[in-house]
């Protein structure tokens, strides 16, 4: 765990609604989008087995103001044989702190879920964005160097789990405890001239969850690349894949991630 989280550290990882390179691809940054505006996203996300594993993400994003933002989205998957409707989830996110200087800054947030998920339960992992109803709270922080942006995130989360979605033989977890280590540089440009230039920006996550009850963990690494255009139109591929665990039957323990998101700034009122 020690070489894991100092590899994490180490390897690197701009704009729309925050510097670039602050928007992770597998996590949330503790900065938020401009005031007043509405983001929309669609996601797919995967497994490379032949079986169709696959869960679409719709979602809109909403921001209230420079500090407070939410995020609604619905799950789509073939993933129990048939496409359809698997349940949504409301994220919310409010920075309560900002600490600004040269080419750099602090920022702080708390963060809560509530998730909705009709899917049966097949694995000891908590996952809230399509597999598992729950809730979840946490804090994450986020610092801006020149080009490198870091962030860490910590969070609880605790699954509700119905007797008829529960599996025999299958583990199942009543809370775990979630952690990511992120980082993220701008390519390019190399001199910022105007907004409408093209960013390319790589990033690099480690993101693991722990169960306190019996002390099962899993880490994973996830590198991925971004392109935004016009400082609206953002396109994420990622790829997660499992480095050290003992939490089987995760959906996604090797997936992949495609993005795209379209912002519209000064819309609400």
Known sequence: MKYILITAVLLLTTGLYAQAQELYVFTEPASNMAAKSIGVRLTNEGIFDGKGMNRTIPELMLSFNKNLMTHVQGFFSDMDG????????IYAKYRFLSVDGTQRHLRAAAFGRLSSSKRPVYTEDINLEGDNSGVQGGIVVTELLHKLALSGTVAYNKAFVSDSRKRIGVPQADQLISYSLSSGYLVLPVVYKNYN???????????????????????????????????????????????????????????YLLRAEFNFFNVLK
């Not at 048939?82 to 989830?89: D, F, M, N, Q, V």
């Open 197 to 255: 230039q093209p960013n390319f920006n790589v990033y690099f996550e480690m993101l693991g969850k722990t169960n306190p009850e019996n002390g099962k963990t899993y880490v994973d690494f996830a590198p991925a690349i971004q392109t935004i255009i016009n400082s609206r139109t953002r396109i994420d591929l990622g790829y997660r894949f499992q480095v050290a665990g003992d939490i089987p039957g995760r959906y996604n323990r090797n997936m």
């Open 82 to 89: 048939k496409y359809r409707l698997e349940g949504g989830s």
